[in-house]
């Protein structure tokens, strides 16, 4: 399995930015899809999910109103569409899989078993 990430960029604040998360390798059924976000010195933290099948999606508190993540079944691709964007927002974003919870969606980075490269999103003030 391959994740590709896209989409990052320079913004100022309260913009808007587009991330996009390719898979190939596996169809993404009954998985889960995640963004997560990292800044250099700190651990890697959750920030929006979707369920493949049912399509339900849980946000971090943090960007929960701004943020969206979608997803296109034909593409296999999965979207973080973040509005209102804050300089604690810059972090470089990785998109990550996980293939063997069912019953909930993780918001744990050990549960999901491959990542994309990163994209790198600054937010300036």
């Known amino acids: 399995v391959q994740l590709q990430a896209s989409g990052g960029g320079l913004v100022q604040a309260g913009g808007s930015l587009s991330l996009s998360c390719a898979a190939s390798?596996?169809?993404?059924?009954?998985?889960?899809v995640a963004w997560f976000r990292q800044t250099p010195g700190k651990e890697r933290e959750f920030v929006a999910a979707?369920?493949?099948?049912?399509?339900?999606?849980v946000y971090a508190d943090s960007v929960k109103g701004r943020f969206a993540i979608s997803k296109d079944n034909a593409k296999n691709s999965v979207y973080l569409l973040m509005n209102t964007l804050k300089p604690e927002d810059t972090a470089v974003y990785y998109c990550?899989?996980?293939?063997?919870?069912?019953?909930?969606?993780?918001?744990?980075?050990?549960?999901?078993?491959?990542w994309g490269q990163g994209t790198q999103v600054t937010v300036s003030s």
């Open positions: 990550a899989l996980d293939t063997t919870t069912v019953a909930f969606v993780s918001t744990f980075v050990n549960r999901y078993e491959y």
């Open positions: 979707i369920k493949w099948s049912g399509s339900r999606t």
């Open positions: 390798g596996r169809r993404l059924s009954m998985n889960t």
